[in-house]
C-alpha cells in the first residue's frame, strides 16, 4: 500500500461533556469520518480508555489527560499524541568505510546530491540525508573509527524517479563521474534488469564502492531480459513507465 496520512486523537471539553475525536486527516486539514462519544466528567477516564481500546499505545495519551487538573471549563481542545498508520518496511540507513570523511562528504552532497545531516564530534563519522523527509540515511566512517578501520568494498543503489534517472548519466558524466550499465560497459544509458522490472545505471564513489541509482518500472516483468532501457521501451511500448 502506499503512503497513509497521519491520525489524530484529540478530546473537545465543552458544556462539561468531553468528545473524543479520532480518524485520519485529509489533506486539506478536514477531519474524515471522525469517531466521536460525549462522556460526563465522572466517567472520563474509564470511557475513555475504552473508547480506545484498539489502540492500546494510545491509552498512555488519554490516560495522561484524564488525570490531568485541568480538564474543565468549555471549548477546550487536548491533543493526545499523532500517529502515523502503519507503513511498509524499507532500508532506513547504510554505511560505507571511507578514506577520508571530508572527501566522502563532498562527493556524495556536490556529486550524488546527499544532505549534510550530522559530523559526530567525537569521531570521524559524518551522516548525510538520502532523499527528503529523514526517510533514509547514509553514514560515512573514517579510517580511525571501528567501521571504517577495514576497508573494503561495498554497493548500494538509491531509487530515482524515470526521468531523474534518464537525465543522471550525462550529468554525472559532465562532473568526471563514470557511469556504466549491468554488463560493466561504459554509458550514460540506463540498462533495463527484467524480473524486477527496474532501471539502473552504476558508477563509483573516490573509495571505489559501487553506487547505483535504480527506478522501478511498471508493466510484467521479463527475468530473460537484461538489456538497454531504449530496448525496453521499444518492447513494452512505454517510453516513461515507473513506479513511485
Known amino acids: 500500500m502506499g503512503n497513509h496520512l497521519p491520525v489524530f486523537f484529540w478530546i473537545l471539553v465543552t458544556k462539561g461533556k468531553a468528545q473524543i475525536m479520532f480518524g485520519p486527516i485529509n489533506q486539506n486539514g478536514k477531519h474524515e469520518c471522525p469517531a466521536q462519544m460525549r462522556i460526563p466528567p465522572e466517567q472520563f477516564s474509564r470511557a475513555t480508555l475504552a473508547a480506545v481500546s484498539v489502540m492500546p499505545d494510545e491509552k498512555r495519551w488519554l490516560r495522561r489527560l484524564s488525570e490531568a487538573k485541568d480538564i474543565r471549563g468549555s471549548s477546550l481542545i487536548f491533543a493526545l499524541g499523532r500517529r502515523t498508520q502503519k507503513k511498509g518496511m524499507h532500508l532506513y540507513e547504510t554505511h560505507l568505510p571511507v578514506a577520508s570523511t571530508e572527501r566522502s562528504t563532498k562527493f556524495y552532497v556536490d556529486i550524488v ?47 530515482l524517479s524515470l526521468p531523474a534517472l534518464v537525465a543522471a548519466g550525462k550529468r554525472l558524466n559532465s562532473l568526471g563521474i563514470s557511469t556504466h ?47 538497454p532501457l531504449s530496448v525496453w521501451q521499444k518492447r513494452s511500448g512505454n517510453s516513461f513507465a515507473e513506479s513511485e
Open 181 to 227: 550499465n549491468f554488463d560493466g560497459e561504459e554509458t550514460t544509458e540506463p540498462s533495463v534488469i527484467g524480473w524486477m522490472p527496474s532501471a539502473q545505471l552504476y558508477f563509483c564513489d573516490p573509495d571505489a564502492h559501487s553506487l547505483e541509482f535504480i527506478a522501478l518500472l511498471d508493466g510484467p516483468p521479463d527475468p530473460a531480459f537484461i538489456g
Open 113 to 159: 546530491g546527499l544532505e549534510f545531516a550530522y559530523r559526530d564530534p567525537g569521531r570521524d563519522v559524518v551522516f548525510l540525508w538520502i532523499g527528503t523527509g529523514r526517510r533514509s540515511m547514509l553514514g560515512l566512517w573514517g579510517p580511525t573509527t571501528n567501521r571504517g578501520s577495514d576497508p573494503h568494498r561495498c554497493h548500494f543503489a538509491m531509487a
